[in-house]
């Protein structure tokens, strides 16, 4: 079944900086690529629902880069500010069982004012 | 419209203990999961259910876990009996279940502490 690997588990940067959070995966067919964002006791929202066609899709202060040559997907802060502060999952669905989603084992981003 | 709501938000139990974890999805969706989260292992899927059937029980977790859904708004989550490695936040989630690559939408949990 699909694997997804995701890096770093933990991540600290200043306010203003980057934040860069990657995702492997290992199924070729998989077709759709969801970030969601955690905020401690919260619940799990979504950030970006990516198709397997758009390599590059921008949001509000980040931008989701998908390689499916390389099997890649990553997200980009561009200029992380305090309320970034969380935890950010990647997942994974594959083609015709597009309801179960795969997820990476999260990364927990800290920025510093 | 109101989200996924799960209770209890925290439980604290003995082990041997049985223990009922409660989701009402977000209205009008057919699509309800059931998912662990663990720092190690991350979230694993626990069951599923499309229109109020089960569609896949997680293998590793079919002996003492149990998800049922009587009706399109309500779904249970039994552990029976509990263990200390039980201990997780479980996290239920609804999506609309229109096709492929739907988006889910969760609660914000039940934290369980198994002692």
């Known amino acids: 079944g699909e694997q997804v690997e995701q890096r770093p588990p933990h991540l600290s940067v200043r306010e203003g900086d980057s934040a860069v959070i990657t995702c492997t995966y290992t199924d070729p067919n998989s077709y759709y690529f969801f970030w969601y964002k955690q905020e401690p006791g919260a619940s799990l929202q979504l950030l970006m629902k990516v198709f397997s066609s758009t390599e590059i899709n921008e949001g509000q202060g980040f931008t989701v880069l998908l390689n499916k040559k390389d099997k890649r997907l990553s997200l980009n802060l561009t200029a992380a500010h305090p309320g970034d502060s969380a935890a950010y999952f990647c997942?994974?669905?594959?083609?015709?069982?597009?309801?179960?989603?795969?997820f990476g084992t999260g990364t927990s981003l800290l920025v510093d004012p | 419209d109101a989200g996924v709501t799960q209770t209890p938000r925290h439980e604290v139990a003995e082990k041997g203990q049985t223990i009922i974890l409660k989701c009402e999805p977000v209205?009008?969706?057919?699509?309800l999961f059931w998912y662990r989260q663990t720092k190690i292992q991350g979230l694993e899927l626990l069951s599923y259910f499309r229109s109020k059937s089960l569609m896949e029980d997680g293998g590793a977790f079919k002996d003492r876990f149990k998800a049922e859904m009587l009706n399109s708004s309500f779904s249970t989550l039994k552990i029976q009996p509990t263990e200390p490695k039980d201990s997780a936040v479980y996290l239920c989630?609804?999506?609309?279940?229109?096709?492929?690559?739907?988006?889910?939408?969760f609660g914000e949990g039940s934290r369980l502490i198994v002692v």
């Open positions: 997942a994974v669905s594959v083609g015709n069982m597009g309801y179960k989603l795969t």
């Open positions: 209205s009008g969706h057919n699509d």
């Open positions: 989630a609804s999506s609309p279940g229109q096709g492929a690559g739907n988006t889910l939408y």
